[in-house]
């Protein structure tokens, strides 16, 4: 065991925790006052009910005695013989209770990351049981695949820090999500305008500094490594939040302040699975690429007509995909990519995405058919009407 | 002169402006209001406590209009804002003596 | 008794309150409303997509004085809110039956 | 129609609504605004920097209710809205000429 | 002397003084907005203050040469002979000055914790003599009782981050002081409704980050110890947040956001004293109990009646008893709780919460009777109706 | 190569990204809401542009081969041998990669800081030409003189984490600039409240908190040195927010809220040259000295009447300089001040502080005139009545 380590990656667990918070104020203050609770509620429960998953059972199907390539077994069921030491322990440098709490906050922030697609129009009984259901069904198998000896990773795909595992799967919900749910009440007719920005550049502030933890944590390690993916993740994130602006700029508007926090989360994204492949430079390259497509994908949405209210799939879905494909192009640290003349990486890393989306887009319909016939999932427009922090928490955001 | 005061819902901003400025409004002035009458408020609840909440979020838009046109103003503005629900709100109609536009000193009807 | 009701620019509070005081006007009540009119609005623009805004944030002031006064206070007011731009807003003089004073209970001109 | 608009401190608004209530308004409207008179402002230091606020915030409760009732409105919300204090606030009563429910239509006092 | 030890606590010291500002908020979005920065005021400024007198007689009374048992001697005041090696350092793997600055945060934020029983009607200059004083008189012996070398560690009770230091004593301290400053003007007539949630929740998730500084760095080393203590904090925690939301939701409410954020601070309050005795499991279950037992007792405080207008009563001081004696019975990392048939413990437990609620609320009493005939405590009624920003600060805190 | 130190070193340069963003609130929340988008973007997006330009050529112009003591060669362009193991590393225990993107967070919030002088009223597309010329003519310089062999470090003078580099430089900038630019429209007639308090007491709380990484990271290494830089950080904010509440109210007013944050800013900037250096108890004689002095500083700005919005000479500029020569009074940590006896100490921080200021006086007026004349800086009345935000980024910061 390595105390150094136990130290670097225990901070970085507190780091990833932040994010959620911080992603609950980056998506609050983008509705509209009426509906700012409920949606930051749909992050901040998370920390609450998919830690308690987790513990019980999530972390054990994740990580436990792989099955076939597909899931973990369940010897770690309510964390048994998840202990101080490094016995059992994926990462051995590593206390066991270290490596489970840092994975516990991935596995947290990833069905806060869909909520902005439903923001605004969702019941908080059909959420919770929805996204009790996604953290099992679709977060527990595919954070197997990747990093839990299951198939994905057997079959050699690169996904540092969870580009499949937490953004491609979260954007292949969202779009799923968005598609079955429905516009909200007034879309296309209504103007629906972000009520709090300095509220979300706080959350996208929070974010950027939190995911340093994410990506150079992903190391497990405080070596050479994660300073590599520390750097990749900052200088993709500059460029694609200029990239960004830069976009909206020449494509006829003016550079926003929400397009810099835009840009940056895109970065982010975008970087995530390839933060300990690829140099500093190819990470600016790839976070230049980030901040541009990311906005063609929100600017073909408002044309396409479907309501991820949040842009998670413009962001999160696309990014997380532009961000594994171009692993596969930029990796030159401990893999060899496309320009190292390695075009079997980039069909490896084509086939992960082909998967994850069809898998998680299949679950999520599933899922999301089940609980809207029994729970219920769509508020009715009355309550749309009202906001839903009165109508689902009978509470307001701001007094006067 | 007449001025319009259209208390409405928060939602019905939009649609009672347009169905205004259609009918050849040019201008009107709006602020952000609480409302209490028969609707009702709703409860929010802290920590255990409850609080009944009397006030209801409302819009209300001044109008100021030429006598004659008042009517059809009315008219537009309670088509625009009806739901058919309690809450829908009021419109109150009361008579100016003179308007005076600011940027050139006309008085009047010229000054709408 | 007459109310003037000044809509004006936000910046311009502090002239035409300067400007009022300066004549003698001793109370007013001021709020924050937004204006539809010639001035047109504003374009938004988020994440790609545009949005008009076609309201601008305009201040009121209500201000209630003596009728013979009225005309003194309507021209003060006129003046210390003019910039000759389009948007610089209306005044609207209408008649008030009655004022009282909550702390005294005073009534009429010497309740203002 | 009477048009009772009343000025009062923040933290009178519940018992004013409350008496009003008492007496069987059945609705009114409020809004936030602030108010400059001979309760003067206060100092709001910056840095070291010195403002004088002139504007103290206060509340802005609109009801319109019938004729012959309006005297007991105004009784009832200047006993509720009394403190003896300069900055009680002042009550307006004004003619409306027509009220309009929106939800049904109905004019007249059968709308107020 | 260790540096890995070193780094952690290092950053452990930087997260737990994040947490005062993070309280700053929590408080300051709970009240009415005239109050906002009186209230972000009394926690912030114990940054100031209390770090002063800690560095020059504060940490001596505490980690000084214990004096009988009940107070620590003079001869680390002014930090003299506090270093930069581990020479009389408490911690001996600690540089003296590591060790000092990490106490000098909890003593910083306990005092804050107070000030939310007596928000929106104290007057500021006796606020700060009144917090000097308690920091002095009560906070510093406590101090020293449990972690200096005094009686109540001695006699083997368990609190491994501050349940009977910070979160007893402030609980007891604010329930004096609720009762003897007396109402705000219009209670019981007026609601006292949160103007800023958004603000709160960002204050919950300040405090759940740098909460795993306190309870993990309590550890002292970066070792598998600190791994188990930051995973109990965070399943408590999360627990605690569930079944808070869903005791209001079963006790005929809906699930609100306020409820989630207090739910979380209630379960980072209870863990605190168990975090290093207790298993995850065990955690969960604690975390569990806390939700419930301080939705309970705010319910309750709401029937008998005092002003404790921010709940520190029922969330610090019934979240950290409620903690201290349940550390007594589930206990089983290096002590044994009753579950291990250890029923001494209990009862030591049950000692040291008798004790520190009655010296606390004692020692309160007598410091606040004192201050508010020297130099004055409550706000009279005109300045409570203007607000305290502009009455104490002549600020208001937001302009249109 | 120390992992120990990588962690640590990793972990601060994180925290101090995150002042950026906190920088940002803390602007934000100084100016009228019309503008407040438009300065908190003029923090936010130095986080994507000063990054790539450091990575590109800017860490190489400050830590390259040493030319003549004046500036770094090219061989670090595009982080050419920049890597994940020591080599070439200016310090030897870190990846060259670690040491890179810590001094790339220092660049990030230097430029940043200066907006503050020019804010309510600066174009953006000018403020970025202005900002990357800045940072390459100014900053890489001051940079390399200090820290990356060049002729103010070789003479010997004193700046541990920053005074000359990040405080004077920016704060000689600042004033140059607020010359310059003039007065935003209604300067003396109208009063320029600030409009969201909270956010910038936050903003300071981040700041307070990301420091940590700053100073204490300054040792570059996890050991007693770093403890030391720590706790004087602490003290003398501590020290300067109370000093500067107590200036307030002995010279006429009240204790504010905004005074205990821009006192705790006065501290940090203070003791940042410092840090290192001094002891406990000198750190608290500097920030009780700090707290008045920048408040004394400010008061005298309102008198001299040049429109520097958020008082960043009055902070960065007058706390950078006497935080510079008071570290060579009061060093005895390594170095030897005045009190024991050292005056030449003194007189080579005077010496660095005339440098500086002249250096980037001048060298901020060239640049300010090229670009006023080519791109154009000031926005217009019309566009200052509208506020920036709609000006120059067609976005509002709050809705109703
Ligand atoms: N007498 C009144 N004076 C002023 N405003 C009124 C009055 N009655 C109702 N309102 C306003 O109209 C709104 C709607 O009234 P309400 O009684 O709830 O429903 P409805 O208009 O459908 O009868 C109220 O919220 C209030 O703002
Ligand atoms: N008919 C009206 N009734 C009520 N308010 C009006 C009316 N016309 C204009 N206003 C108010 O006056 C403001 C300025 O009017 P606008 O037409 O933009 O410019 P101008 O006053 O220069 O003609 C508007 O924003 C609106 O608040
Ligand atoms: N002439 C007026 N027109 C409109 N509002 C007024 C007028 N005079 C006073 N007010 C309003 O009434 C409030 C209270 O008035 P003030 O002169 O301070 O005290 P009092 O009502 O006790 O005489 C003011 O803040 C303002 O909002």
């Known amino acids: ?400 | 002169m007449k001025k319009i005061e259209i208390i409405t819902r928060t939602f019905k901003l939009d649609e009672v402006k347009t169905a205004l400025a259609g009918i050849g409004v040019k201008g009107m002035t709006v602020g952000e209001v609480k409302g209490f009458g028969r609707q009702g408020g709703h409860k929010e609840v802290y920590r255990g406590a409850e609080y009944q909440v009397d006030f209801v979020p409302k819009i209300k838009i001044d109008v100021v209009v030429e006598d004659d046109f008042a009517a059809q103003v009315v008219e537009a503005a309670r088509k625009a804002a009806h739901t058919g629900q309690v809450g829908d709100g009021k419109i109150f109609v009361s008579t100016v003596d003179e308007v005076i536009r600011i940027r050139t000193g006309e008085t009047g009807e010229e000054a709408i």
């Not at chain 1, 190391?219 to 300073?227: K, P, S, T, W």
């Not at chain 1, 550079?255 to 982010?268: C, D, E, K, Q, Y």
Request: net charge negative; glycine share 14%.
């Open chain 1, 1 to 400: 065991m390595n105390f150094i380590d136990n130290a670097f990656i225990l901070i970085c667990a507190a780091l990833v925790m932040f994010m959620t918070p911080g992603l609950a104020l980056f998506y609050g203050g983008l509705v509209r006052s009426k509906n700012v609770l409920a949606t930051i509620m749909q992050s901040f429960i998370m920390l609450g009910l998919v830690s308690l998953l987790w513990a019980v059972v999530g972390y054990t199907l994740a990580f436990g005695t792989d099955i076939g390539g597909l899931i973990g077994g369940l010897d770690f069921a309510f964390l048994e013989g998840v202990g101080m030491d490094n016995a059992g322990s994926p990462a051995e440098n590593l206390p066991h209770l270290t490596f489970m709490i840092f994975q516990c906050m991935f596995a947290v922030i990833t069905p806060a990351l869909i909520s902005g697609a439903f923001a605004e129009r969702m019941k908080f009984p059909g959420f919770l049981v929805f996204s009790a259901l996604w953290l099992l069904l679709v977060y527990a198998p595919m954070c197997h695949w990747v990093w839990g000896g299951g198939w994905l990773g057997e079959m050699g795909a690169l996904d540092f820090a969870g580009g499949a595992v937490v953004h491609m799967s979260s954007g292949a919900a969202a779009l799923c999500c968005a598609i079955l749910i429905g516009k909200r009440k007034g879309y296309g007719s209504q103007a629906f305008i972000p009520h709090n920005l300095p509220m979300t550049i706080l959350g996208a502030g929070i974010l950027w500094f939190g995911w340093f933890g994410f990506n150079a944590g992903s190391a497990l390690a405080a070596d050479g490594l994660a300073a590599s993916a520390f750097v990749a993740t900052h200088l993709a994130t500059a460029a694609a939040a200029m990239s960004w602006i830069v976009a909206e700029w020449v494509h006829g508007g003016k550079p926003t302040t929400l397009g810099a926090a835009s840009g940056a989360v895109a970065g982010l994204v975008a970087i995530t699975p390839a933060a300990g492949f690829v140099s500093p430079m190819a990470a600016i390259v790839l976070g230049l690429g980030a901040g541009v497509i990311c906005y063609g994908a929100i600017i073909l949405k408002n044309k396409l007509g479907y309501d991820d209210a949040l842009d998670v799939v413009g962001i999160h879905g696309v990014g997380g995909t532009y961000g594994a494909l171009a692993t596969g192009v930029l990796a030159t640290i401990g893999a060899e990519g496309l320009i190292l003349g390695n075009g079997h990486q980039l069909w490896v890393q084509f086939v992960s995405v082909v998967a994850t989306w069809g898998f998680c887009f299949a679950m999520t319909y599933v899922i999301f058919k089940v609980v809207d016939a029994t729970v219920g999932l769509k508020a009715d427009d009355a309550a749309q009407d009202k906001g839903m922090d009165i109508a689902e928490h009978s509470e307001t955001g701001y007094q006067w």
